[in-house]
């Protein structure tokens, strides 16, 4: 297969297998390039794509620009704090209004559930979705994967726990279809308030012990807590949440296996994982930073070579 089945990437739920392979197998080839020391390929230089983030980012923006620029794209950034979105103008308004302007690609963050979906519905554009609200963040799952591929060999037949805040969490979701779909065993876990009723029906086990699902696992994705998505409180402090769900060096040493631990960033050190933790060799964090560049430039030349 040398083409995507969709032509926009709204999230993991559209894509097939072979996608996935397709999108890897790209970001192999781009990966080698972004390594050499001239790191850019012509592949864009005709393509104009906007970057319109309407909620907080700073890898997720910085890596989808950096893989622009190394393809050669024109690139305009864009950022609801400074725009007229406060002013009353509609989502389609204000994105027709940059399409105007002759732009092929949009990748969007948006804090409301279904934006990107909603969009792709009125506009000509292929947008990529970087993460709407507490629904999917497909690239990070595509690069999560990828990341697990290159440390453990393969993603199929892998044991991974995702471990925090399942319900608000994007990250979480896109990777449950990510890695079903790729025939890896998940089980999440976290504060039972923070687990989704429905988790089950993924095909998803949910595991309370901390302990018990490190022992099981291959691959630890911890999550942070999503404090900005909450209006209520979900567990009693951060000291209790970090007592339960907390991984730290010593838990880690004591398994009769290295485990590998993943974080989508940013960290809050203390909380969810310990720095000892972090900085240590078992974490693929920068790994998963520096894969997401490849993986993005894979991602939006795919799309780019359906562009008629
Ligand atoms: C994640 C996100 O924004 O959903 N971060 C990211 O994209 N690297 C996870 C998070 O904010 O906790």
Redesign the pocket.
């Known amino acids: 297969m040398s083409e995507l089945s969709v032509n926009h990437l709204l999230g993991i739920k559209y894509l097939n297998k072979d996608d996935i392979n397709l999108i890897f197998e790209t970001a192999d080839h781009f990966k080698e390039v972004i390594n050499r020391p001239i790191k850019k390929v012509p592949s864009l230089r005709d393509i104009t794509i906007a970057n319109l983030f309407f909620e907080n ?1 700073t ?2 923006r910085l890596s989808f620009e950096l893989a622009e620029k190394r393809l050669s794209a024109d690139v305009i950034n864009f950022s609801a704090a400074s725009s007229s979105v406060n002013k009353g103008e509609t989502l389609v308004d204000t994105v027709n209004n940059i399409l105007s302007m002759k732009v092929d690609m949009v990748v969007m963050r948006h804090p409301n559930p279904g934006a990107g979906i909603f969009l792709s519905k009125h506009i000509e554009a292929n947008i990529i979705n970087a ?1 709407d609200g507490a629904h999917e ?1 497909p690239t ?1 799952a595509l690069l999560d994967s990828y990341s697990i591929r290159e440390r453990l060999g393969e993603v199929g037949g892998k044991k991974v726990v995702i471990v925090g805040d399942i319900l608000h ?3 979480a979701l896109s990777n449950i279809f990510a890695l079903k779909l790729q025939g890896a065993e998940v089980k999440v876990c976290g504060p039972k308030t923070l687990i989704p009723k429905y988790i089950e029906k993924l095909g998803v086990k949910f595991e309370s012990d901390l302990r018990k699902a490190l022992e099981w696992c291959d691959v630890a994705n911890m ?2 807590v ?1 404090n900005e998505r909450m209006e209520i409180s979900y567990f009693p402090s951060n000291r209790e949440y970090t007592q339960q769900f907390g991984v730290n060096k010593k838990m880690l040493d004591r398994l009769n296996k290295e485990i590998v631990i993943m974080h ?3 960290i809050n050190r203390g909380v969810e994982i310990t720095s000892d933790v972090a900085d240590s060799n078992q974490a693929i964090i920068l790994d998963q930073v520096q894969n997401g560049v490849a993986v993005r430039m894979a991602v939006i030349y795919l799309l780019a070579s359906k562009i008629k």
Do not use: K
Request: aromatic share 0%; no cysteine.
């Open positions: 980012s890898r997720t993460g963040h990070q969490s994007r990250v999550l942070r999503q989508p960033g940013p």
